[in-house]
T-cell receptor, first 112, second 115 residues
Framework: EAQVTQNPRYLITVTGKKLTVTCSQNMNHEYMSWYRQDPGLGLRQIYYSMNVEVTDKGDVPEGYKVSRKEKRNFPLILESPSPNQTSLYFC???????????FGDGTRLSIL | AQKVTQAQTEISVVEKEDVTLDCVYETRDTTYYLFWYKQPPSGELVFLIRRNSFDEQNEISGRYSWNFQKSTSSFNFTITASQVVDSAVYFCALSEGNSGYALNFGKGTSLLVTP
């Protein structure tokens, strides 16, 4: 089954404790991205990757890191999480050039 | 500046009513793509439709229809004979080549369909 898998689905943690949200897709998509969803603000892109070893900032990259060492994986790293990063996070993948993005089920992060 | 505007924050209708969700976008690209996604209460994002800037044909899929008008920079979504299962947040999004084809989402319209 074609899917984008995020882990964990839920996480409560404390300020400053490094965490990684994994994202994996099995559709051989070149394009992957991370979004965060906040009430009243909709979905905003954090980082995206056009292909392996090619990543770029989205609209709200501060406090986040990503890497794309393999085509299927695109982890989101919070080196020193803060409460303002409490949010619902979505990973997505697609073929290039404006093709529909397929989203994971979301990861709800709470940073205390 | 917001590139996609969904002016309706919340809409409430009674089952079987028709409802139109508005989407206005802003771009200088000649090649771009427009999307609608649905987010039901369970939280996942479901792709509904994609349109490219060169195809202004309206589209109908069952009870769903989309009206793309470049002259007014609008891509409106109509649900005919709404059902309770249509209750969700609906997002319109724009993808442009000069931003790496990232999805710029509107803030969403929350649709509540009551029996």
């Amino acid at each position: 089954e074609a899917q984008v898998t995020q882990n964990p689905r839920y996480l409560i943690t404390v300020t400053g404790k490094k965490l990684t949200v994994t994202c994996s897709q099995n559709m051989n998509h070149e394009y992957m991205s991370w979004y965060r969803q906040d009430p009243g603000l909709g979905l905003r892109q954090i980082y995206y990757s056009m292909n392996v070893e090619v990543t770029d900032k989205g609209d709200v990259p501060e406090g986040y890191k990503v890497s794309r060492k393999e085509k299927r994986n695109f982890p989101l790293i919070l080196e020193s999480p803060s409460p303002n990063q409490t949010s619902l996070y979505f990973c997505a993948s697609s073929l290039p050039q404006g093709k529909p993005q397929h989203f994971g089920d979301g990861t709800r992060l709470s940073i205390l | 500046a917001q590139k996609v505007t969904q002016a309706q924050t919340e809409i409430s209708v009674v089952e079987k009513e028709d409802v139109t969700l508005d989407c206005v976008y802003e771009t200088r690209d000649t090649t771009y793509y427009l999307f609608w996604y649905k987010q039901p209460p369970s939280g996942e994002l479901v792709f509904l439709i994609r349109r490219n800037s060169f195809d202004e044909q309206n589209e109908i899929s069952g009870r769903y229809s989309w009206n793309f008008q470049k002259s007014t920079s609008s891509f409106n979504f109509t649900i005919t004979a709404s059902q309770v299962v249509d209750s969700a947040v609906y997002f319109c999004a724009l993808s442009e080549g000069n931003s790496g084809y990232a999805l710029n989402f509107g803030k969403g319209t929350s649709l509540l369909v009551t029996p």
